[in-house]
C-alpha cells in the first residue's frame, strides 16, 4: 500500500532549474527508498537517481552527476530531485518509484511507481 504522486514537472529553457517532488503516502513510508527514472520518447526508461530510506546511499546516472540533486524529508513523505543546468536532452517524462530501505539503480527492483511528470527543456 504505497502510493506516490510526481509533482514539480513544467517547460524550463536550458541552462535553469527545477525541482521535483514525489509524495508518499501508505504505512511504510518511514522506510522507503525511493528513486528517479526518466523516459524519453523513442528511448527505454532509464534511471536517474536514488536514495535509501535513511539518506545514508545516494545514487546517480553518471549524465546528470554534478547537475541533479537528490534528497528526502521524511516528516512530509516527500522525495525530490532538485535539477539545475538543465539540457535539452534532460526532457523525458520522470517518474518516481519506491522499494524497501536500499536504494537501487535498477528499474525491477521497484515495487511502487508514480505517473509520471513531464519536464520540456527548451534552447
Known sequence: QVQ???SGGGLVQAGGSLRLSCAAS???TSTLAMG???QAPGKEREFVAAISWNG???YYADSVK???TIFRDNAKNTVYL???SLKPEDAAIYYCAARSYFASMTEHDY???GQGTQVTVSS
Open 4 to 6: 506516490l504522486v510526481e
Open 26 to 28: 501508505g504505512r511504510t
Open 36 to 38: 528517479w527514472f526518466r
Open 56 to 58: 545514508g546511499r545516494i
Open 66 to 68: 554534478g547537475r541533479f
Open 82 to 84: 532538485q535539477m539545475n
Open 111 to 113: 515495487n511502487a511507481w
